[in-house]
Nanobody, 120 residues
Framework: QVRLVESGGGLVQAGGSLRLSCAAS????????MGWYRQAPGKQRELVAT???????NYVDSVKGRFTISRDNPKTTMYLQMNSLKPEDTAVYYC??????????????WGQGTQVTVSS
């Protein structure tokens, strides 16, 4: 079983910064893409940023230049550095991972979510 545990959410004033972390644990061969999604009240979940096992990153336009996604060397922990936060960034942020099992099949996993609230 694979588990994704997020941390780092909280309340911050507009213009402030937060750093989210997502740690993967369990028994698996490797992790392909990891990413962050967010869901604001009354809205659909949206992609924020992704980081592939090859090192490629992708961001939704609304966070480009403000957010930075990264992964550690074992590539099992992911971070999202969020700077210049805006009230519209308020949402529950979810960690996502596409995990490769030892059988070489893949499955998608999600964290439990961490709340980010940006006050104006």
């Amino acid at each position: 079983q694979v588990r994704l545990v997020e941390s780092g959410g909280g309340l911050v004033q507009a213009g402030g910064s937060l750093r989210l972390s997502c740690a993967a644990s369990g028994s698996f061969f490797s992790i392909n893409t990891m990413g962050w999604y967010r869901q604001a009240p009354g809205k659909q979940r949206e992609l924020v940023a992704t980081f592939t096992s090859g090192g490629s990153t992708n961001y939704v336009d609304s966070v480009k230049g403000r957010f930075t996604i990264s992964r550690d060397n074992p590539k099992t922990t992911m971070y999202l550095q969020m700077n210049s936060l805006k009230p519209e960034d308020t949402a529950v942020y979810y960690c996502y991972a596409n995990v490769v099992r030892y059988s070489r099949t893949t499955s998608d996993y999600w964290g439990q979510g961490t709340q980010v609230t940006v006050s104006s």
